[in-house]
C-alpha cells in the first residue's frame, strides 16, 4: 500500500488537530476544577451539630426591620432554592459572605456580660452563645463579637483573643479608646517582647499584635 505525500500530510493535520483537542479538553477541565474549589470558598455553609455541612445562601441578621437585628433561628437557601431554618443551639459554625462564624457560649464571673471586664470564659453550654467573627486563626487566634446596643442602628464590635490551648478569650479593644494596653500587656507573659512592644505603644490595632505573637512567640 502507497501513501502519497497528498495522505501524510493529512494524517499530520489529524493528529496536530487531536493534540488541539486534547490540551482544550484538559484546559477545561483545569479551568472547571478552579471554579469549583473557588465556589467552595466562597459559597455560604452552614454546620450543624451533626457535623453535617450545607450548602446554600446563609442569612443570620434581619435587614428588613427599622432597626436591624439577628435572627431567632439561622436561615438556609440550600442550592435547590429550599429554605430552611436552624435553631442558634444546634448550629456550630457558618459562613455568610466570605466571613467564617463560629459558635461559642461564654460567661463571665458576674451573671451578665460586663463590657469592663475582660475575660470571657467558654463554657459547654453555660452562659450565652454568641457566633463570633474569625479574623484569623493560629497559636494566637482573633475573633470578633458583634452585638446592638438599645436604639442604636449601627453594629458594634469589639475585638477577642484567644491563645491555642486557653479556654477563655481577652478583650482587646475598648472601643473609641483603641487597644487594652494593660489586659494585653498580663495577657503576654510568656512573650516578654511582646509585652516590651505594646507597653512602647509600637502597635495601634489588634492584627499586627496576632501576626508578632504567631510569628515570634510560643505557648
Known amino acids: 500500500m502507497v501513501i502519497t505525500g497528498n495522505r501524510f500530510q493529512l494524517f499530520d493535520r489529524l493528529n496536530k488537530t487531536s493534540k488541539t483537542l486534547f490540551i482544550l479538553t484538559l484546559l477545561i477541565f483545569w479551568i472547571q476544577s478552579i471554579s469549583i474549589a473557588q465556589n467552595s470558598k466562597t ?86 452563645q454568641y457566633f463570633l467573627k474569625l479574623i484569623s486563626k493560629g497559636k494566637l487566634s482573633h475573633y470578633q ?3 446592638w446596643e438599645q436604639g442604636e442602628s449601627s453594629l458594634m464590635q469589639m475585638d477577642l483573643l484567644r491563645k491555642e490551648n486557653d479556654h477563655f478569650f481577652i478583650r482587646a479593644t475598648q472601643g473609641i479608646f ?21 507597653e512602647k505603644r509600637q502597635f495601634k490595632e489588634v492584627g499586627p499584635i496576632v501576626d508578632f505573637y504567631n510569628s515570634n512567640c510560643f505557648n
Open 43 to 128: 459559597m455560604d455553609f452552614l454546620v450543624w451539630n451533626s457535623g453535617d455541612s450545607l450548602f446554600g445562601a446563609v442569612e443570620h441578621i434581619n435587614l428588613k426591620g427599622v432597626s436591624s437585628r439577628f435572627y431567632k433561628k439561622i436561615r438556609l437557601t440550600d442550592t435547590r432554592r429550599k429554605p430552611k431554618r436552624f435553631n442558634r443551639k444546634d448550629v456550630i459554625a457558618f459562613q455568610v459572605n466570605g466571613e467564617i462564624y463560629e459558635s461559642f457560649w461564654i460567661y463571665q464571673s458576674s451573671e451578665k456580660i460586663s463590657l469592663i471586664n475582660p475575660k470571657y470564659v467558654i463554657g459547654a453550654q453555660i452562659g450565652e
Open 145 to 147: 463579637m458583634e452585638w
Open 178 to 198: 483603641g487597644l487594652k494596653t494593660k489586659v494585653l500587656i498580663n495577657y503576654f507573659t510568656n512573650c516578654p517582647e511582646l509585652q516590651k512592644q505594646i
